[in-house]
């Protein structure tokens, strides 16, 4: 019966997973591949093109690396042709295959993506004195020139391999390479802090190898792993970085140094001490880093709710309604000469932002301004704080570079036109001075502070990379067709009729909530689907990772169905056989001796009783027993009629169960059964001769109704069985002699053999007892011992090995507890050999200094005070010392004195 319900309950599991999973597939999807082509970790911002087959715009778009969605933004849609970008984390030189996903059942989840390249293969600059240039691939050529086309640099670089160019004041530049390349502009003076010459300018990402005029802070999003190195090799940091953790060095020699980490991090770097305009990179939501004066935040789209934090305080949530507006806090207030004043800060955003920070003085600092889309072409910021110096209104410069010829560009509404590399400048007279600007093709846009002086550090940002990831491509094994499942249109009419019931509040959060359940389980079979999918592809061209994902769960769902019905298997009851009277009657009696002989052997020997000893005092006492009320009762509930049946009719078990009632002993008249008392019927006893078993019948016995009395003793209760007559003895010695010799039956084997194994336990029973000596008590040595580890000092140690010295196992157990500190080691006069195991722990001059401090706090020796720091670090609970310390426990320790163990 519950093998059937469990069959009922798994049909129809089967049946609601049939209709439920493919809620999760309806919709369409295509296949793109892309992949690095550098070597090593790379984060970059993906803008594709992509035909999607019977796209509506209503349908909603989701982009799948794996299990994991990304995230997307809808640039532009063109009939069936959409434009997409997302961001994606590479591996070096990994390959991946994305799935592009559209249709009605789709969540809309769409962001905005704000993530500037940091390297390329194309870019235009504008600046004075240094430009820094480092090769992120091997065999790259790279080619600057001016703006009249003089080449100031043509050179092949390898991978970090670095070169560095002297320009003129203002002068306006491009790089182009075959590989991609990354450049940064300086125009600080060495001996920064004598000459007062700082800025400081940031980069996102895994991998950099960037030139570091003295200061470095490394910010953390997820717990990582960063090494720092200088182009030598020369390792300036190896470590672990906790979430929101930052690393930060002040005094590193100006280089250049590689920065490698597992997750992407947000890196500043330059000299900050009062002279700083700077742009922060985060994540896609957040920033986390320091901030050397202000901080500054203006959206770059409207109703843009940001959160602001620093290490003390949390501030109310902002909501920058347009484009440009801006938010000002001051985060560090007092600032010292030629000292660098930073605050961590945490900034959360809906939409991403620009993040500046200032310092204290003019902010002459400047840097390169990202375009909002990536494009070159949108640019909407803010300018840096004006600081008037010596009655002098200074100015903040922004400078507009175009990259061809009739580019069209609008400066905060004033249209220009732009010839290649060719430049406008415009001085704007107020603090944090809103600049829009938007042009038809390619420009580049910098700040450069204060029109009167130098003191600039900025990373220069492409316009082109066209080799840090190969292009995007439709994989052919899904083709531009539209992959759809078989059921979307029942799916459908389901959800239809969900949403009739109740007004669809209740039923519709059913089926989000059974969709929901079953993307996450078939996401976790995603991994093992994609491996398994370009072996099967050659055979099933239109599989699709979703539906071998559903394949596998109904594979695991039957195994685990089959394995679940052969566990819950019912188990056969066993039963006795029933057989009327009417079936047996008028059948003789049947015996098979052999088995019979053999069954009443084993069940005599199981039921043999013990013989205990008794004490004189117990032997008169009366004697009641369990078990031998239990055999009268027994007796007593025997039927006169009996019937045999043999083990051919009904089996070994049955004939053995029956063959405890073949033969009854009927007592003689006058000899009455008591319980608890082990007998022999004396041999005396009338016996009368029993016929062969072919003419026997069986004999009604009368029930045993004595009434029972217990008797104290064996003695009395031998007195009680009545005398045999000398007639009696003459009639049963003349019946023995006129007996015929024939088989004995299978009672009497088993009274012969009752017979033989009671004698020697009579001879048990008269037996003397022998004295039994009293068990002597043995002294422990020791007074107190540890059930765990513990720690002690050499004097104390030797002590209780002169306490144990005799008794080898309580030596082996004891010392195998005890740890040591090494300095110890030489004051132990015993020998340690392999016997026994004795803990070594050694301690570093830092915490042997520690360990004597610890021993001066508790008016100790050092000794104590290493035994108690490594009780901390074995993290044992007691220590076991020779001096008087002033306390008994030390920071949960227990200090016990030699004298209180010996």
């Known amino acids: 019966m519950v093998r059937t319900k469990l069959l009922f309950l798994l049909i129809f599991v089967l049946v609601f997973t049939w209709i439920s999973v493919p809620v999760v597939m309806s919709y369409s999807e295509i296949s793109v591949e892309i992949s690095n082509n550098l070597s090593f970790p790379l984060e970059k911002s993906v803008q594709f093109s992509v035909e999607l087959p019977g796209f509506k715009v209503s349908n909603n778009i989701s982009v799948n690396d794996g299990p994991a969605k990304l995230p997307v933004e809808i640039v532009k849609v063109e009939n069936n042709i ?28 769409y962001t905005k993506i704000f993530k500037p390249d940091f390297i390329g293969n194309y870019f235009i600059g504008f600046g004075s004195d240094n430009l820094y240039i480092v090769s992120m691939a091997t065999q790259n050529s790279v080619k600057i020139s001016d703006s009249k086309g003089k080449v100031l640099l043509d050179k092949t670089l390898g991978l970090n391999e670095t070169a560095d160019l002297i320009l003129g004041k203002d002068q306006t530049f491009e790089i182009r390479s075959d590989k991609p390349v990354f450049a940064e502009l300086s125009s600080l003076k060495l001996d920064y802090v004598s000459n007062s010459s700082d800025d400081t300018t940031s980069v996102y990402g895994s991998y950099f190898t960037i030139f570091i005029p003295k200061e470095i802070f490394v910010s953390a999003y997820k717990n990582t792993h960063i090494k720092i190195q200088n182009l030598k090799g020369e390792v300036v940091f190896d470590g672990d970085l906790p979430e929101r953790g930052v690393y930060s060095n002040l005094s590193l020699k100006p280089d250049f140094y590689t920065i490698e980490t597992d997750v992407p991090v947000s890196i500043q770097f330059g000299y900050s001490d009062d002279n700083i305009y700077t742009i922060f990179y985060g994540n896609l939501n957040s920033f986390k880093g320091v901030s050397f004066g202000d901080i500054i935040y203006s959206s770059l789209y409207p109703d843009t709710t940001v959160t602001f934090k620093t290490k003390d305080k949390i501030y109310d949530s902002e909501n920058l309604k347009t484009p440009g507006d801006y938010s000002l806090k001051e985060v560090v207030k007092e600032f010292s000469e030629e000292t660098t004043e930073y605050e961590f800060v945490y900034i959360k955003f809906s939409a991403p932002v620009f993040i500046y920070s200032n310092s204290s003085s003019g902010n002459t600092g400047g840097e390169q301004i990202p ?11 803010r300018t840096g704080k004006i600081y008037n110096f010596e009655s002098i209104n200074h100015k903040r410069k922004v400078v507009v570079v175009a990259e061809s010829d ?11 036109i732009l010839n290649s590399l060719e430049s406008y400048s415009e001085n704007l007279a107020n603090s944090f001075s809103l600049v ?15 029109d009167s002086d130098l003191e600039c550090l900025s990373v220069l940002l492409p316009i082109l990379d066209e080799y840090s990831i190969s292009p995007v491509t439709i994989v052919k094994s899904s083709g531009n067709e539209s992959v759809q499942t078989e059921l979307p249109a029942l799916m459908k009419k389901i959800k239809e009729f969900f949403g009739k019931m109740g007004q669809g509040i209740i039923s519709l959060k059913f089926y989000d909530g059974l969709k929901n359940f079953w993307q996450k389980i078939l996401s ?34 039957f195994i685990v169905i089959i394995i679940l019905l052969f566990a819950f298997k019912p ?24 088995t019979l002989e053999e069954k009443e052997a084993i069940l005599v020997e199981e039921e043999k009783p013990r013989i205990m000893k008794l004490s004189e005092t117990e032997k008169q006492a009366p004697v009641k027993t369990d078990k031998g009320v239990s055999a009268l009762k027994e007796q007593e509930k025997q039927k006169p009629e009996e019937i045999t ?48 078993l072919k003419e026997k019948r069986i004999e009604k016995e009368k029930p045993v109704t004595e009434e029972l009395k217990p008797i104290e003793s064996v003695e009395q209760k031998a007195e009680q069985v009545p005398a045999i007559s000398e007639e009696e003895k003459k009639k049963a010695e003349e019946m023995e002699k006129e007996k015929v010799e024939e088989p004995l039956s299978s009672i009497e084997i088993l009274l012969g053999k009752l017979k033989k194994e009671e004698k020697p336990e009579e001879k048990l029973e008269q037996a003397p007892e022998k004295p039994v000596s009293a068990p002597q008590e043995i002294k422990p040595v020791l007074k107190k011992t540890f059930e765990h580890t513990f720690v002690a000092d050499a004097e104390s140690l030797n002590r209780i090995f002169e306490a144990i010295a005799n008794d080898e196992n309580t030596k082996k157990l004891v010392i195998s507890k005890v740890f040591i500190s090494a300095t110890e080691r030489e004051k132990i006069n015993f020998d340690i050999n392999d016997k026994y195991r004795l803990g070594l722990i050694a301690l570093t001059p830092i915490e042997l200094r520690i360990a004597e401090d610890i021993g001066k706090r508790i008016n100790a020796k050092a000794g104590t005070g290493e035994a108690i720091l490594i009780a901390r670090k074995i993290r044992a609970l007691d220590v076991v010392v020779s001096d008087r310390p002033a306390l008994t426990n030390y920071q949960g320790i227990l200090i016990n004195k030699i004298e209180d163990i010996v």
Not at 373 to 380: E, I, L, M
Not at 541 to 547: A, I
């Open 371 to 381: 375009s909002i889309d990536g494009s070159g072409k949108t640019f909407v910021f």
């Open 82 to 109: 959409v434009t997409l970008k997302s961001l994606l984390e590479f591996k070096a030189s990994e390959k991946k295959r994305l799935m592009v996903r559209y249709g009605d059942d789709i969540s809309k989840e």
């Open 645 to 692: 049946i043999t083990e051919k009719q009904f089996g070994r078990k049955f004939a053995r169960f029956r063959s405890k009632e073949v033969k009854k002993i009927s007592l003689p008249e006058g000899l009455t059964k008591t319980p608890g008392q082990v007998e022999e019927i004396p041999q005396k006893i009338e016996e009368k001769a029993e016929k062969p």
């Open 406 to 416: 009739n580019t069209n560009v609008s400066f905060n509404g004033k249209n220009l």
């Open 524 to 557: 976790l079979l995603m991994p093992v689907s994609q491996s398994l999918k370009p072996y099967l592809s050659n055979y099933f061209p239109s599989l699709t990772v979703e539906m071998l994902s559903v394949i596998i769960f109904y594979i695991i769902l």
């Open 571 to 594: 188990r056969k009851r066993k039963t006795v056989p029933k057989v009327t009277i009417e079936e047996i009657s008028g059948r003789p009696v049947s015996f098979n001796i052999d």
């Open 436 to 450: 829009k600007i938007e042009s038809d093709k390619p420009i580049a846009v910098f700040e450069t502070g204060i």
